[in-house]
């Protein structure tokens, strides 16, 4: 059994207190390894660690700080296969998925911070008769970057990536339910020479962990990625320290889909945006609008795809759908759609755990469910599932489908589909959303701001936001 180990100070070592986790595989509801149950004084070592090397990774030029970043991504890269494989172990995700999107995509998060560093500069304000404002942008110092499981290396590199490239040394927290591709990055970081203390890695639960994270007087900032719950959580301790905060929290992500789209379009990428990644996606859309004229052509073809979806090991080549995260969230799933039927909602499709046979028959796997016949305002539309389940709505005008997408507590990300030009500005203008997607879903160019509004966020990462995010400004008056 793999034993995963604490990164701390450039040596990968066991928690303080030697309490361990264990580590399931959600594909055959197996534990297969340990992780540490660190603690608060996992944390403080790790806080120790980062203050001795802040100084000298601060002032390392941005190219050499580049350059190991680069390095690191290299590495990952070499190594993809076993990465893919590994994060499909720990999430239960098809290997095909990991390896296409998940882990070039950590590549990418590495290369594109490594580069943007080169690129990023501070303002300067002139007063013509007065003199000039000049703006430098120093790394704040020790931060916190806590992330989810649904994306693992994916999320976490897409932050600790900015906070190193701009010279902080790094606190982070893998999730406990998918630590082993950022155990496998620490192995790395030795390989390409990041000095020791300026990015450590404690494993562990949120509540133990991540809430010392949160309370350390030193770490000056959190950059979190998980539910609006733990979001909250964070903010009630890290805000009246004045820290600064960046929270990617939930969504209820409505796609809009007009009689006058390209039909096939809308239809093949709403079976991506519904069930990808088993529905586990932040960008997921899981309330499906349908203009009333297409409505019934839409949910017979919808319907009939899915059924079609296969559910499977994640090493099954064919596996449109793999396992769930774990036991306790298929538990949840099942529960919104027992809550759905008692809600008035009828299941077209899905709605019951698969069981597979041999060494997977203990797997978490669900069919993926199509619900129709459920007012927008019910639970099941307005509170987050983040699984394989979403619900199809007729709708007659456009205030109407707007006034439904917007009705929740959330505010991510949106599809709209229609080929009218003007009526999609027009929708995207209007939908309360921190990302609109116009005839298309998840095309990402990690140059754009990234968050949500309402109760999804606050911040915006990617691009030069996460580098702001991770930056101090001072402004210095030079008089003329
Ligand atoms: P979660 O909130 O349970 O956990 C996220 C991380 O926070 C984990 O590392 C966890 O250990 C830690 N944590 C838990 N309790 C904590 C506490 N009290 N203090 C500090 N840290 C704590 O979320 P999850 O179940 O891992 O992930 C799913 C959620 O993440 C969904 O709500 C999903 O929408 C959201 N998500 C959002 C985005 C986005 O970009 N907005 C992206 C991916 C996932």
Redesign the pocket.
């Known amino acids: 059994m793999k034993v995963i180990k604490n990164y701390i100070n450039g040596q990968l070592i066991n928690p303080v207190f030697d309490k361990h986790l264990e580590n399931v595989d959600p594909s055959r509801g197996k534990v297969y390894s340990t992780i540490p149950d660190s603690t608060a004084e996992d944390v403080q070592l790790a806080v120790d660690a980062a203050e001795k090397a802040f100084y000298g990774w601060a002032n390392t030029s941005k190219e050499k700080r580049s350059a190991i970043l680069m390095k690191m991504a290299q590495l990952v890269e070499d190594r993809l296969d076993i990465f893919a494989e590994a994060e499909s172990l720990d999430n239960g995700k098809p290997v095909s998925l990991a390896k296409a999107v998940d882990i070039p995509r950590a590549v990418s998060n590495l290369r594109f911070f490594a580069t943007g560093i080169l690129h990023f500069a501070s303002e300067s304000h002139y007063m013509e008769s007065e003199g000039v404002n000049y703006t430098t942008r120093k790394p704040i110092g020790i931060v916190g970057c ?6 693992p290396l994916y ?1 976490f590199t897409w932050k600790i990536a900015p906070a190193l490239a701009a010279g902080n040394c790094v606190i982070a ?5 998918t630590p082993m591709t950022a155990y496998m990055l620490s192995e790395i970081c030795l390989e390409a020479g990041l000095p020791a203390g300026v990015f450590n890695i404690v494993h562990g ?3 133990k962990v ?2 010392a ?2 309370r350390h007087p030193k770490i000056k900032a959190i950059s ?5 719950k ?1 979001g909250e ?2 903010s009630s301790i890290a805000a009246p320290m004045f820290k600064k905060l960046s929270l ?4 209820k992500n409505p796609n809009i889909i007009f009689a006058d789209c390209d039909f096939e379009d809308a239809l093949s990428t709403t079976m991506r945006s519904s069930f990808a990644n088993q529905g586990q996606i ?1 960008l997921c859309g899981s309330r499906i609008f349908i203009e009333r004229p297409i409505y019934e052509k839409f949910k017979t073809a919808f319907v009939e795809k899915t059924k079609k979806s296969k559910v499977s090991f994640p090493s099954d080549p064919e596996a449109k759908l793999g396992a769930v995260v774990s036991q306790s969230h298929m538990e949840k799933i099942l529960s919104y759609i027992q809550l759905a039927k008692e809600e008035g909602g009828t299941v077209l499709t899905g709605g019951q755990r698969v069981i597979l046979e041999g060494e997977y028959k203990d797997g978490y796997y669900l069919q993926p469910t199509i619900i129709e016949g459920l007012s927008y305002d019910c639970r099941v539309n307005q509170e ?1 599932i ?1 699984g394989p389940v979403v619900t199809i709505t007729p709708f007659d005008t456009e205030e109407e489908a707007l006034m439904m997408a917007n009705s929740t507590q959330f505010g ?1 990300a949106a599809t709209v589909w229609t080929t009218n030009l003007k009526k999609a500005h027009r929708v995207a203008d209007n939908l309360q959303s921190g990302i609109v997607w116009l005839n298309s879903w998840l095309v990402r160019d990690l140059r754009t701001p990234f968050g ?1 509004v309402k109760a ?2 606050v911040g915006r990462e990617g691009g030069f936001e996460a580098l702001r995010f991770f930056t101090e400004a001072k402004n210095v008056f030079v008089k003329s």
């Open positions: 806590i992330s989810p499981w649904n994306l999320l927290k893998p999730s406990e339910i639960l949120g509540h991540g809430d994270m949160s979190f990625t998980g539910g609006t733990t959580i964070i990617e929290l939930g969504g932040c987050e983040f991510l949500g999804s966020g």
